[in-house]
Each structure stands twice: as structure tokens, then as C-alpha cells.
């Protein structure tokens, strides 16, 4: 069973994750010839796979795809704190931003998935989210997430992070603190070492 981790504890998700069925259906180039891997991530899904997606009761963190459609019917649930919006590692926090009219903060919660633990792209939706957008509630990664990525999650901007099902919470909360001097800037505020160095009266 996946565990969540916000911040530093394990702690209960009271949030379903909705996903939409996988598609299994080739990517076209635009002169038409099939390739059978996928060039931007998943198709998108049909109008008829969105429409019959079913939204269960409570807390639901929903596909992007999703919401974009069925915005409307979701705006009361939405405005009770109900509804997130999870976004797949090639779909755009633009997108989302401009259904929410330029205020991500009216969902309490974004997802971002990472399909497998070596397509990055998930790292450049957080941090564009937190520093772009001024995305400022729970920012949660979803889906091939391992202990080896941790700090670098939280570094982008993750505040919770909902595990692979093989993954152990303990050893996962122990790598957010792997490493004391990080070599580039991002969102967590920690000056690159090459800054440090730089600074007056720092030593030779």
C-alpha cells in the first residue's frame, strides 16, 4: 500500500486519486506515420472517456484533462475545497493556471506525476508552479516516486510526496536531508555553494 508523506510525516490521504484508463492507441506525427512510442506522453483522452470518468464523493484529485472539461459541474465541490488537479509529466501549468483565472491558490492541492522515475519534467511543473504561478498550498508527486528523488523533490517545490507501494516511508523521510550543500538555487531559499564562496568574508 503507497504511503504519503507531507512534509516530514506519514500521515493519512484523505484524497482519491482519479485516474483516467490508459490508452494504448499510437502517437501520429503530423505526417502521419505511426510510431508506436509515445513522443509528448499520453494521448489525449477522448470526449467520451472524460465524460463517463466517474467522480466519486469527498476529496478527489483529478485529472487535468478532467477539470479543464467538466470545470462547470465541479465549481461548487471545487469552491468547498473538494477538488485538486493532477497533471501529467508533458501537460502544461499554464493551462491550469488559466482555468482558475490566473489563481492556482483556490485549489488546496496539485499533483504532478512522474510516470517513470526518469522522465524529469515533473521537477520543471513544481518549480514553475511555486515561483511562475505562486502556487503556495500542497504541492504533491505522485506516481514512480522513490527514496533517491526526495531531496530533489522538495527542492523543486514538493511538500508531499505519495510513494511507490515498495517504498518505505521511514527511509524516504531520511533522504529528504541526504545532502547539507546544494550546487544549484531553486525554491527552498538554500544558497548554491559557489555563492557561499563568494560571499564576503566567507574564507578562501
Known amino acids: 500500500m503507497a504511503e504519503l508523506i507531507r512534509g516530514t510525516e506519514v500521515v493519512v490521504d484523505d484524497w482519491t486519486w482519479v485516474r483516467l484508463p490508459e490508452s494504448h492507441e499510437p502517437v501520429r506525427k503530423s505526417a502521419g506515420k505511426v510510431v508506436l512510442f509515445k513522443l509528448t506522453g499520453e494521448p489525449a483522452a477522448s ?117 511507490r507501494a515498495d517504498q518505505k516511508a521511514e527511509r524516504c523521510i531520511g533522504a529528504l536531508k541526504d545532502f547539507t550543500t546544494p550546487y544549484q538555487t531553486s525554491t527552498d531559499g538554500q544558497p548554491p555553494v559557489f555563492r557561499r564562496r563568494a560571499a564576503p568574508g566567507a574564507g578562501a
Request: hydrophobic share 45%; aromatic share 12%; proline share 4%.
Open 47 to 163: 470526449d467520451d472517456v472524460i465524460s463517463a470518468c466517474d467522480i466519486p464523493a469527498g476529496k478527489v484529485l483529478l485529472p487535468l484533462s478532467v477539470w479543464l472539461r467538466r470545470r462547470d459541474e465541479l465549481a461548487t465541490r471545487a469552491d468547498d475545497g473538494e477538488i485538486g488537479v493532477w497533471l501529467d509529466s508533458h501537460e502544461e501549468p499554464a493551462e491550469l493556471a488559466e482555468s482558475l483565472g490566473g489563481n492556482l491558490n483556490r485549489l488546496p492541492l496539485i499533483g504532478v506525476n512522474f510516470p517513470k522515475f526518469i522522465d524529469g519534467r515533473g521537477y520543471s511543473i513544481a518549480f514553475i508552479l511555486r515561483t511562475r504561478f505562486g502556487y503556495r498550498n500542497e504541492l504533491r508527486a505522485l506516481g514512480d516516486v522513490l527514496r533517491d528523488q526526495m531531496f530533489f523533490f522538495h527542492r523543486c517545490g514538493f511538500d508531499a510526496y505519495l510513494l
